[in-house]
Nanobody, 125 residues
């Protein structure tokens, strides 16, 4: 069974950093692109970042480009989101997800069929 477990959220001040982790199981992790998405209070889900399979090409939403870095460790079945220069508008529940298909580069919400339970990120002074 597919399982995605996010961790690493917490409270950060504006300009600070957090590193989120997503532990994956129940599928061949290295064959799937992975994404991060977030949901701010009172808003819908927003796609944040994606990473491809073996080559680990990365893609970012304009709102986080230059500040966030997605990476993966296939040996550990884990995808990470390093968040730097945090802003209050980065506050929200952060999820990791995967698409249905192997070796498929998914860079939006619609093609990611499975999401974890989320980890809360709060950016406030």
């Amino acid at each position: 069974q597919v399982q995605l477990v996010e961790s690493g959220g917490g409270l950060a001040q504006p300009g600070g950093s957090l590193r989120l982790s997503c532990a994956a199981s129940g599928f061949t992790f290295s064959r799937y692109s992975m994404s991060w998405a977030r949901q701010a209070p009172g808003k819908g889900l927003e796609w944040v970042a994606a990473i491809s399979t073996v080559d680990s090409d990365t893609y970012y939403a304009d709102s986080v480009k230059g500040r966030f870095t997605i990476s993966r460790d296939n040996a550990k079945n884990t995808v990470y989101l390093q968040m730097n220069s945090l802003k209050p508008e980065d506050t929200g529940l952060y999820y990791c997800g995967k698409p249905d298909y192997r070796d498929y580069m998914c860079i939006d919400l619609a093609c990611n069929d499975n999401w974890g339970q989320g980890t809360q990120v709060t950016v406030s002074s």
